[in-house]
């Protein structure tokens, strides 16, 4: 793949760097009183709202000319299609094909959809009769609670989504445990009465140190609480694309719910993983959520570019962490229903493409994935919206709003969109009044997206995560690199597995830079 920045449509870009910074975002709606209508895009319930970036006309067809040239085009459709288009690992990509509904055909072959949907509808059989009480614990009481144990992208989708939709669960009350220092099993386990519980564990993998440890606590506490020989049977079920390693565990593969290598971690609460999902707020609300994604999917496979809301997304992003090298981005979500979203995103966005190297395995030599942050709105205000105002780097913030919540509840509508709208004004119109002095005044022309949801609903909701998948997705195009492993994330648990026997305190710590080695004495001497 040639390098970026050695594209033409790449270095005429780079050579009015300086203009783009400097171009008057405030200046662009002067001059063009549509604005918004041309620089937005709408479908269903979601709008994304663009027009407070600094891009012109000139400079969208030059960005939409870049996508052509690395041709998002072609590398969208052989992810549609089931290419091997993770190569470092020579595994399709399919997240996709998990939402498309039951007899509409998809684009990848027909074993995989077929597949697909016999385990959504074993996932919806089994979480009907576990919702209408006929699958019952192992000594017969309802399962009124489930324990979903899983980290990174077996954890952070489901809980986003539950917390989002929560005020319309009507199923068992799901906790989420994913830290390996116990709080949140021991909260999880003091709040569930263990013969009424189903504990999930969710791994890929199966071999994720924080989820095998967890889930050995747990299982002990079933033991313990729940007198009957088939409580782990009845009461533990796997979620996994690694159904050898299920038994070592002491549960029955064929119980498990299986998760597929086509389907990365992050990319995955669609699939079994998306189980707790299935359960707290139905099948029926599951499947909207996954029509939601799938019209998402569809827009953008079929959508022009320049009408395209991932692509547009994504070339926000390109435009603001690689040409004007902005390093972080904020995603303020106006409700706390959508407080888990940045950590979502966290995931979504940095693991996915946070990588110096391109497919070919040669040095990307520009900026990629910035680092992504947040807090739900009106708090952040009161947070660091500060420097988002008046600092001295320029943070491009993704606003998300929503004009209807979940379900009917209490709160101030009109005082939040007031302040979620503001925020976005505030920041590209600065304030410069005659008689203020330096401090007062705020720079202004920094540049912010807005996400609108006309409701917060499972399918809306589906939505917005397909469109970050995909902008993750495009970005990724248009670097060069793969989206899809994550090799960075091996060394520190590589270096956890050496040091434990070191801290443990049978091996000497011999060889260790002098900071490691200083805090594990410390830690030895504190800890007694
Ligand atoms: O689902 P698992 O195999 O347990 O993996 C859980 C998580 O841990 C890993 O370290 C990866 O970085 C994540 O992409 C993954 O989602």
Same mark, same amino acid.
């Given at each position: 793949m040639t390098p970026l920045n050695a594209t033409p449509e790449w270095q005429s870009l780079s050579a009015d760097r300086t203009a783009i910074e400097h171009q008057s975002i405030a200046g662009l709606f002067d001059q063009d009183p549509d604005r918004f209508a041309d620089f937005s895009i709408t479908l269903d319930g979601l709008l994304l709202d663009y027009?407070?970036?600094?891009? !012109?006309r000139d400079v969208r067809e030059r960005l939409l000319a870049l996508a052509r040239a690395r041709d998002v085009e072609g590398q969208r459709d052989a992810m549609l299609t089931g290419g091997r288009i993770n190569r470092s690992e020579d595994r399709a990509v399919l997240h996709? +094909?998990? &939402? #498309?509904? +039951?007899?509409v055909p998809g684009w990848a072959d027909a074993s995989i959809t077929e597949d697909v949907a016999t385990t959504r509808s074993r996932m919806a059989g089994l979480a009907r009769a576990i919702r209408d009480g006929q699958r019952t614990g192992a000594t017969g009481k309802p399962i009124e609670h489930v324990i979903n144990i899983g980290i990174g992208g077996s954890d952070l989708g489901p809980r986003l989504v539950l917390e989002a939709l929560a005020p319309v669960a009507d199923g068992p009350d799901v906790h989420f445990v994913a830290n390996v220092d116990g709080v949140e099993l021991q909260q999880a386990m003091a709040a569930c009465d263990p013969e009424r519980t189903l504990v999930l564990v969710v !791994?890929? !993998?199966?071999?994720t140190v924080e989820t095998m440890t967890n889930a050995y606590e747990a299982m002990a506490w079933l033991r313990r609480g729940v007198? +009957?020989?088939?409580v782990l049977a009845r009461q533990v079920l796997a979620i996994t694309a690694?159904?050898?390693r299920v038994q070592a565990l002491g549960l029955d593969p064929e119980l498990a719910l299986p998760m597929r290598d086509w389907v990365g971690g992050r990319y995955s609460l669609w699939s079994a993983v998306g189980f707790s999902i299935m359960l707290g707020i139905g099948p029926a609300a599951f499947e909207a959520l996954l029509e939601g994604a799938h019209g998402m999917d569809r827009h953008f496979a079929e959508a022009p570019l320049e009408a395209n809301m991932p692509v547009m997304l994504g070339l926000v992003s390109v435009l603001n962490a690689t040409l004007l090298e902005r390093r972080s981005q904020a995603v303020v979500p106006y409700t706390e229903r959508l407080g888990r979203l940045p950590a979502y995103l966290q995931q979504l966005l940095m693991e996915s493409n946070g990588k110096s190297v391109d497919t070919d395995g040669k040095a990307v030599d520009l900026p990629t994935a910035a680092a992504v942050w947040g807090q739900t709105g009106t708090p952040g205000q009161h947070a660091f919206f500060q420097a988002l105002h008046q600092g001295t780097d320029v943070v491009p913030v993704d606003f998300v709003g929503v004009a &209807?919540? #979940? +379900?009917d509840e209490k709160g101030d509508p009109l005082e939040l969109t007031a302040n979620l709208f503001a925020q976005g004004q505030a920041l590209m119109e600065g304030r410069a009044d005659e008689g203020l002095s330096t401090m007062q005044r705020c720079p202004g022309n920094r540049p912010s997206n807005t996400l609108l949801l006309r409701r917060l609903d499972a399918r809306s909701l589906g939505a917005l995560i397909a469109l970050y998948e995909h902008r993750a997705f495009v970005e990724a195009a248009i670097w060069g690199i793969n989206a899809f492993d994550q090799f960075g994330v091996e060394l520190g648990k590589g270096l956890a597995d050496d040091l434990k026997p070191i801290i443990a305190g049978g091996l000497e710590p011999t060889g260790l830079d002098s900071s490691t080695a200083g805090l594990i004495a410390r830690y030895h001497d504190w800890r007694g």
């Amino acid at each position: 793949m040639t390098p970026l920045n050695a594209t033409p449509e790449w270095q005429s870009l780079s050579a009015d760097r300086t203009a783009i910074e400097h171009q008057s975002i405030a200046g662009l709606f002067d001059q063009d009183p549509d604005r918004f209508a041309d620089f937005s895009i709408t479908l269903d319930g979601l709008l994304l709202d663009y027009s407070k970036q600094p891009m !012109s006309r000139d400079v969208r067809e030059r960005l939409l000319a870049l996508a052509r040239a690395r041709d998002v085009e072609g590398q969208r459709d052989a992810m549609l299609t089931g290419g091997r288009i993770n190569r470092s690992e020579d595994r399709a990509v399919l997240h996709t +094909a998990l &939402r #498309v509904p +039951a007899g509409v055909p998809g684009w990848a072959d027909a074993s995989i959809t077929e597949d697909v949907a016999t385990t959504r509808s074993r996932m919806a059989g089994l979480a009907r009769a576990i919702r209408d009480g006929q699958r019952t614990g192992a000594t017969g009481k309802p399962i009124e609670h489930v324990i979903n144990i899983g980290i990174g992208g077996s954890d952070l989708g489901p809980r986003l989504v539950l917390e989002a939709l929560a005020p319309v669960a009507d199923g068992p009350d799901v906790h989420f445990v994913a830290n390996v220092d116990g709080v949140e099993l021991q909260q999880a386990m003091a709040a569930c009465d263990p013969e009424r519980t189903l504990v999930l564990v969710v !791994s890929k !993998s199966f071999g994720t140190v924080e989820t095998m440890t967890n889930a050995y606590e747990a299982m002990a506490w079933l033991r313990r609480g729940v007198p +009957a020989d088939e409580v782990l049977a009845r009461q533990v079920l796997a979620i996994t694309a690694n159904l050898d390693r299920v038994q070592a565990l002491g549960l029955d593969p064929e119980l498990a719910l299986p998760m597929r290598d086509w389907v990365g971690g992050r990319y995955s609460l669609w699939s079994a993983v998306g189980f707790s999902i299935m359960l707290g707020i139905g099948p029926a609300a599951f499947e909207a959520l996954l029509e939601g994604a799938h019209g998402m999917d569809r827009h953008f496979a079929e959508a022009p570019l320049e009408a395209n809301m991932p692509v547009m997304l994504g070339l926000v992003s390109v435009l603001n962490a690689t040409l004007l090298e902005r390093r972080s981005q904020a995603v303020v979500p106006y409700t706390e229903r959508l407080g888990r979203l940045p950590a979502y995103l966290q995931q979504l966005l940095m693991e996915s493409n946070g990588k110096s190297v391109d497919t070919d395995g040669k040095a990307v030599d520009l900026p990629t994935a910035a680092a992504v942050w947040g807090q739900t709105g009106t708090p952040g205000q009161h947070a660091f919206f500060q420097a988002l105002h008046q600092g001295t780097d320029v943070v491009p913030v993704d606003f998300v709003g929503v004009a &209807r919540p #979940v +379900a009917d509840e209490k709160g101030d509508p009109l005082e939040l969109t007031a302040n979620l709208f503001a925020q976005g004004q505030a920041l590209m119109e600065g304030r410069a009044d005659e008689g203020l002095s330096t401090m007062q005044r705020c720079p202004g022309n920094r540049p912010s997206n807005t996400l609108l949801l006309r409701r917060l609903d499972a399918r809306s909701l589906g939505a917005l995560i397909a469109l970050y998948e995909h902008r993750a997705f495009v970005e990724a195009a248009i670097w060069g690199i793969n989206a899809f492993d994550q090799f960075g994330v091996e060394l520190g648990k590589g270096l956890a597995d050496d040091l434990k026997p070191i801290i443990a305190g049978g091996l000497e710590p011999t060889g260790l830079d002098s900071s490691t080695a200083g805090l594990i004495a410390r830690y030895h001497d504190w800890r007694g």
